[in-house]
């Protein structure tokens, strides 16, 4: 199952057609929190985040990380075109692409039966990778060694363990374990 979902995430982003955001409405200014579909990964949902605050506090912060993840996929998508394959970074910034489209394929399952709990453990999972996410564009951005603390449990936890995409993207990109 993950081996397929993997295989289907790469493709699809990698060999994708253009940068798109995942949320039609990200909860905060608007008062759904929607996400947007993506052809054999999730499917679309659309939730009163708004009205749902009162009996699941969660979502407000699902609403905020979910908005920031979203940023910074199509921030990855829009930078990657720009870097040499050769450049590490490029490897590592679309591994977060892959994992950011597999929390969402999370949150839309979590979103169809709302539970309190499983927006705390998503919203945890989420944050460490959102954390991640962060630290590694800007350091894509400013040329740094790209040296990032890694919470391999939120990869995990969405679904995609981190050496499987990055043996999946080493392997897009003809590079040999290194």
């Excluded at 081996?3 to 982003?13: D, G, Q």
């Excluded at 990657?80 to 969402?104: E, G, H, M």
């Excluded at 989420?126 to 939120?154: D, M, R």
Aim: proline share 3%; net charge positive; with cysteine.
């Amino acid at each position: 199952m993950v081996a397929a979902l993997l295989n289907v995430l790469v493709s699809r982003l990698l060999a994708g057609s253009g940068c798109r955001k995942l949320l039609a409405g990200d909860g905060i200014t608007t008062a759904e929190l929607s996400i947007r579909g993506m052809q054999g990964i999730f499917d679309s949902i659309s939730v009163d985040a708004r009205l749902m605050k009162k009996t699941i506090p969660a979502i407000g912060e699902t609403s905020s990380i979910a908005k920031n993840l979203d940023e910074y996929q199509f921030l990855i998508c829009s930078l990657i075109p720009s870097l040499p394959d050769s450049n590490p970074s490029k490897l590592q910034l679309q591994k977060y692409r892959v994992a950011i489209t597999a929390a969402f394929a999370k949150l839309v399952s979590a979103l169809k039966e709302i539970r309190q709990d499983d927006l705390v453990q998503w919203n945890r999972h989420a944050k460490s990778l959102l954390e991640e996410t962060s630290e590694a564009y800007v350091k894509a951005k400013s040329n740094a060694k790209l040296q990032v603390t890694s919470h391999k449990e939120a990869f995990e936890f969405f679904g995609v363990p981190e050496e499987k995409i990055d043996a999946a993207l080493r392997s897009l990109y003809g590079q040999n374990e290194g």
